[in-house]
């Protein structure tokens, strides 16, 4: 079963929006990360928060952590074309397996 | 795809028929992994590798058998168990600094497809 669950399934926005998606998870775990997917591509690492950690800034990129919901966010601001994708977050346990939500699909229009 | 290969691309696979996926790094990373993703889906894992000559079953590894004899190479064989092979195929690689989880570096996949 897949530990964490992304909201939106998928999102629609015009470029200059922000974007912003959550992931909710079952478990205790070691970090959260979050991964981009272009279509018919590998993921390419986004950004990596730890458990003692509760936001993180790369770029255009925001990522939050509550460990006591058991949630994080991504938001990506001003949003271009160039981020349409899928973004998948995914939670590493202590042994240092992650296991991947389902993703949300991002669309970004001119 | 920093510095991850996989072949081929596309494969396709006959009724009966064992196929082998490759993957290579030259990323001196001692830990690599194989995920099947399914159309609209998340990544799921199949088998894992810390260190040469080890390999440990992930969620799905159930048709698939793999192999560890060196650092930069973990190929994934997908057997005539593994009834619905259809799927895209994902390797990954890790480096291990004492604490286990750390960032997955990825490659550009494998679609698999059955004739």
């Known amino acids: 079963s897949q530990q964490g669950e992304e909201d939106p399934q998928a999102l629609s926005i015009q470029e200059g929006e922000n974007a912003t998606m959550n992931c909710s998870y079952k478990?205790?775990?070691?970090?959260l990360q979050w991964y981009r997917q272009n279509s018919g591509r590998g993921l390419v690492h986004l950004i990596l928060?730890?458990?003692?950690?509760r936001e993180k800034h790369s770029g255009r990129l925001r990522v939050t952590l509550d460990t006591s919901k058991k949630s994080s966010s991504l938001l990506i601001t001003a949003s271009r074309a160039a981020d349409t994708a899928s973004y998948f977050c995914a939670t590493a346990d202590s042994w240092g397996k992650l296991q991947f939500g389902s993703g949300t699909q991002v669309v970004v229009t001119p | 795809d920093g510095g991850i290969t996989q072949s081929p691309k596309y494969l396709f696979r006959k009724e009966g028929q064992n196929v082998t996926l490759s993957c290579e790094q030259n990323l001196n990373h001692d830990a690599m992994y194989w995920y099947r993703q399914d159309p609209g889906q998340g990544l799921r894992l199949i088998y894992y590798?810390?260190?040469?000559?080890?390999?440990q079953k992930g969620d799905i590894a159930e048709g698939y058998s793999v192999s560890r004899e060196k650092k930069e190479s973990f190929p994934l064989t997908v057997t005539s168990a593994q009834k619905n092979p259809t799927a895209f195929y994902l390797c990954?690689?890790?480096?291990?600094?004492?604490?286990?989880?750390?960032?997955?570096?990825f490659g550009p996949g494998t679609r698999l497809l059955v004739l």
């Open positions: 928060i730890r458990s003692n950690e």
């Open positions: 590798s810390q260190i040469v000559n080890d390999f």
């Open positions: 478990t205790s775990i070691n970090n």
């Open positions: 990954a690689s890790s480096s291990r600094t004492g604490r286990l989880s750390e960032t997955q570096y």
